[in-house]
């Protein structure tokens, strides 16, 4: 009976540890970078206007899960002004002040593209355009809301945030999530990127499962995954914005992240 449990955990593990690495760092040829500020990101307010805005907006969404087209519309106008107004500075300066270490909450995600808008539409609520892909890392369109997720399984997420914790003194990024009857951590060294100066890329090489009885560590999952693609970079995930309270990110699969210091800052 053991042998069973361990067996059906291991492939649950399996498919999680694929959509977790989505979230840390979502097939269309492109990378996100952000556009020059125009009269469309005109928004009125100051920084801490626009965060509140923009925490008030992705309140109630479960994490972006039940964000209707117009929600989700919203959000994306209000974080190009964030990132228009404000934009983060390069990934070597963010490490070197240590602004980024420590844990982050996962409080919405959404492609940054909303499907079958024309193109007067996107220019309208987004900011952002890709260019120059990692080697060997896929980039193809993130679709789902509320959830993380790569290779086509989606891990929900809308029950409660997942979480992202840098620990800069190892030089390591991992994701914590909560499922019903497991917690999941996946994680991994990250190297600047050569390709974009606000680019973390991503080498996965850990994965722990806790389902209470049984702990399991699956580590040598990313040795099978590097024997089948050739690298264990899997991911990458670039920083736009940043404050002592609240982060967005944009990840290789066109998808937006709004991460936040506090976990109760948002109304699920």
């Known amino acids: 009976m053991a042998v069973l449990w361990k067996r059906i955990i291991s492939l649950y593990a399996l498919q999680t540890v694929v959509a977790l690495q989505g979230f840390n760092f979502p097939n269309i040829p492109r990378i996100f970078q952000p556009l020059q500020q125009s009269d469309v990101f005109q928004v009125e307010g100051t920084r801490q206007e626009l965060e509140s805005t923009l925490i008030k907006s992705i309140s109630s969404t479960q994490y972006g899960k039940t964000a209707s087209v117009e929600k989700q519309r919203e959000v994306l106008v209000q974080v190009a ?5 404000y934009p983060a500075g390069n990934l070597k300066e963010i490490l070197q002040s240590g602004a980024i270490n420590g844990t982050w909450y996962l409080q919405f995600t959404a492609p940054s593209e909303i499907e079958g808008e024309t193109a007067e539409e996107m220019e309208l609520s ?3 355009k890709i260019e120059n ?4 890392i896929p980039t193809e369109r993130f679709e789902a809301r509320g959830s993380v997720t790569a290779a086509g399984i989606d891990v929900d997420v809308s029950n ?5 914790i840098f620990d800069l003194s190892e030089n390591k990024v991992y994701n914590e999530v909560v499922l019903p009857n497991a917690l999941v951590r996946v994680g991994g060294s990250f190297r600047l990127s050569e390709n974009n100066d606000r680019r973390a890329v991503v080498k996965f090489e850990e994965c722990k499962v806790d389902v209470g009885f049984l702990k399991l560590d699956l580590g040598f999952l990313f040795g099978i995954i590097r024997l089948v693609k050739g690298t264990t970079e899997n991911g990458w995930l670039e920083t736009t914005y940043l404050s002592d309270k ?7 699969k066109g998808s937006l992240f709004v991460l936040t210091r506090d976990e109760g800052a948002v109304l699920p």
């Not at 002004?81 to 107004?85: D, V």
């Not at 409660?160 to 992202?164: L, N």
């Not at 609240?246 to 290789?252: F, T, V, W």
């Open 81 to 85: 002004a964030l990132e228009a107004k």
């Open 126 to 128: 987004s900011a952002w």
């Open 160 to 164: 409660k945030p997942a979480k992202q």
């Open 246 to 252: 609240l982060r967005i990110g944009r990840g290789n």
């Open 133 to 136: 892909p990692e080697e060997n």
